[in-house]
């Protein structure tokens, strides 16, 4: 597995390493998130079947369930809003590769220099922070 680090020469853009791991590892579990968010819609799409809502709320547990899902899933959209504002931190010309090294485990691209792919790396890292509220 690479390296993941922050380079010390970005200084405004330098989070504790914790806060850092964080946030890497929120935008490594976006498509998880989004696979995630597809299930838990079709759960509650399914629980609008006729005769589903009845059987359930007569059970007393269909708007714990709905609302238990719901919130989850209001969770979700709000992490990955918070990642796509990140993105439209750094110019359009780093995003897609940025998105293909962290989300997919590619690599970046031949565009760019290594260490230029890095550095807006560590700008959108430190924008994810700020946005999930974690620095």
């Not at 799409?45 to 369930?65: F, K, N, T």
């Amino acid at each position: 597995m690479a390296r993941e680090y922050q380079a010390r020469k970005a200084k405004p853009f330098i989070l504790p390493e914790t806060v850092y791991r964080q946030a890497l590892w929120a935008v490594k579990d976006v498509n998880r998130m989004k696979d995630e968010l597809a299930k838990l819609s079709d759960d509650i799409d399914a629980l609008h079947r006729p005769g589903i809502v009845r059987e359930c709320a007569s059970r007393g547990y269909y708007s714990d369930s709905t609302a238990n899902k719901a919130q989850k899933m209001v969770m979700i959209e709000n992490r990955l809003d918070a990642i796509d504002n990140a993105l439209l931190q750094i110019p359009e010309k780093y995003r897609i590769g940025i998105q293909r090294k962290l989300c997919d485990g590619e690599k970046y691209g031949e565009q760019f220099h290594l260490n230029t792919w890095k550095r807006w790396q560590q700008v959108f890292i430190y924008h994810v922070a700020k946005n999930l509220g974690i620095f």
